[in-house]
């Protein structure tokens, strides 16, 4: 979606959110005698009730292991397994078959990393022969990266003999295309960054970069994990190979994540961990594989998990992701304006000129971000606080860690105010006490 078009949409109104808080039942909690005011979605969201009902409905009337059941219960969860699946497909417009189910984004980059690695060494038969690395070759990733989206690439790397490189951002925490576009080569094999920034909040030019590795014939994946809950997602338009989402941080259940993969490529690929449900025929020396997606899925499967991302979704697409879009982008704005107004807060990223999500990271000056979270706690707010495992981020932009306010559908404007207030409050408590 374009910032003209995001432009065109209208926010969620705040008898809106205040229908879909009752929905969440954690939000009536209280904490240090506040009610909570939960702006840290961005490391784990909450669930609704259609998402606790769904898990445990399956629980309670259908848990059986999926596949080659030949009983009731076993078809019923095998159903709902599936539908799961072609619910997240189409979630982010990708063919049923396109979705391997993982138990977070972290395993969905390990099991392309690792599977580019069994084609280096020759495993997967000749098929698997475009996928091969080796000196010589490159893997792209950015310097803003989740440790996720760049520790699998460099083992990758040290595996095969490839070279990493690392696109560079400017004083402001940009990603330079200027430095993308010299250290995307015809020997870069794969180019791998995030659609959002998890510290940033902005929402990278993804067009430039797929163009970019498109003229050189090189893959591309995508880390969703902070767009997938916030942005409508179209894996298809955005035209990359791979995209990585976690359930967690978009009303699903923890242990459940999915892969999007290109099926010309899943076709080809060698399977990353082995054993039973991923296979047709085996020997005590040989084993032959299922097509994609299950050669992907050993093991037994985390139905609940995927029955219950499957109402996730069903629910966020219920709200309107483009609504929640806008509801977001507004928040973004609204927290940059409000903490940089504060003096002696230094608002990450806040100069850089691309559209954002509701997310903003903070240094305050002379405070550490653990002092800071800790004071919001006492007035019942939850922030995230740390290098958000993102370290080489924060030490590009002269830090070794920030206070990070998140923000979802079910987040209130006095909630985002309250942020602002208290960082205001937290310095005032600070100073005084020094």
């Given at each position: 979606m374009s910032t003209i078009e995001a432009d065109l949409i209208s926010p969620l109104t705040e008898a809106e959110v205040q229908r879909i808080r009752e929905d969440f039942p954690i939000l009536r909690t209280e904490v240090n005698g506040h009610p909570l005011a939960y702006l840290d979605s961005g490391a784990t969201s909450q669930r609704p009730f259609a998402v606790l009902d769904a898990e445990r409905e399956f629980a309670t009337t259908m848990n059986s292991a999926v596949h080659r059941g030949a009983h009731t219960l076993a078809a019923e969860a095998t159903e709902l397994f599936e539908d799961a699946r072609a619910s997240v497909a189409r979630f982010v417009g990708a063919d049923d078959d396109e979705i391997v189910w993982t138990s977070?984004?972290?395993?969905?980059?390990?099991?392309?990393?690792?599977?580019?690695?069994?084609?280096?060494?020759?495993?997967?038969?000749?098929?698997?022969e475009p996928l091969r690395l080796g000196a010589g070759d490159e893997i792209v990733t950015t310097e803003m990266?989740?440790?996720?989206?760049?520790?699998?690439?460099?083992?990758?790397?040290?595996?095969?003999?490839?070279?990493?490189?690392?696109?560079?951002?400017?004083?402001?925490?940009?990603?330079?295309?200027?430095?993308?576009?010299?250290?995307?080569?015809?020997?870069?094999?794969?180019?791998?960054?995030?659609?959002?920034?998890?510290?940033?909040?902005?929402?990278?030019?993804?067009?430039?970069?797929?163009?970019?590795?498109?003229k050189v014939g090189a893959?591309?994946?995508?880390?969703?994990?902070?767009?997938?809950?916030?942005?409508?997602?179209?894996?298809?338009?955005?035209?990359?190979?791979?995209?990585?989402?976690?359930?967690?941080?978009?009303?699903?259940?923890?242990?459940?994540?999915?892969?999007?993969?290109?099926?010309?490529?899943?076709?080809?690929?060698?399977?990353?961990?082995?054993?039973?449900?991923?296979?047709?025929?085996?020997t005590t020396t040989a084993a032959e594989y299922l097509p994609p997606p299950q050669r992907f899925e050993a093991g037994t499967q985390r139905v609940s998990q995927a029955v219950a991302l499957a109402a996730a979704v069903d629910y966020l697409t219920a709200v309107g992701m483009p609504r929640i879009a806008a509801h977001e982008a507004a928040f973004g704005a609204r927290l940059v304006d409000g903490l940089s107004a504060i003096d002696g807060v230094r608002v990450l990223g806040a100069g850089i000129d691309l559209p954002r999500v509701g997310l903003a990271s903070f240094d305050v000056e002379?405070?550490?971000?653990?002092?800071?979270?800790?004071?919001?706690?006492?007035?019942?707010?939850?922030?995230?606080?740390?290098h958000h495992c993102a370290q080489p981020l924060h030490r590009r932009l002269g830090i070794t860690s920030s206070t990070r306010a998140s923000t979802y559908l079910y987040t209130t404007d006095a909630e985002v105010d309250a942020v602002i207030a208290g960082v205001a409050g937290a310095i005032d408590f600070f100073r005084r006490g020094a």
């Open positions: 977070n984004a972290t395993e969905a980059v390990n099991l392309v990393a690792y599977s580019l690695s069994n084609a280096s060494l020759g495993r997967g038969g000749a098929a698997a990266e989740h440790h996720a989206n760049l520790i699998p690439w460099q083992e990758l790397a040290a595996r095969t003999g490839a070279t990493l490189k690392v696109i560079p951002l400017d004083d402001e925490g940009a990603l330079r295309l200027d430095a993308a576009a010299e250290l995307i080569t015809a020997r870069t094999r794969l180019v791998a960054f995030t659609h959002v920034s998890n510290v940033l909040g902005v929402i990278n030019p993804v067009s430039d970069l797929v163009g970019l590795a498109r893959l591309v994946l995508l880390d969703a994990c902070q767009s997938a809950p916030h942005l409508p997602l179209d894996v298809k338009a955005l035209d990359v190979d791979f995209a990585v989402l976690s359930g967690h941080k978009m009303l699903g259940p923890t242990g459940i994540g999915a892969l999007y993969g290109r099926r010309s490529l899943l076709e080809i690929m060698p399977p990353f961990l082995t054993g039973g449900s991923m296979i047709t025929t085996v002379g405070i550490h971000s653990h002092d800071v979270g800790q004071y919001l706690d006492d007035l019942g707010i939850a922030v995230r606080v740390g």
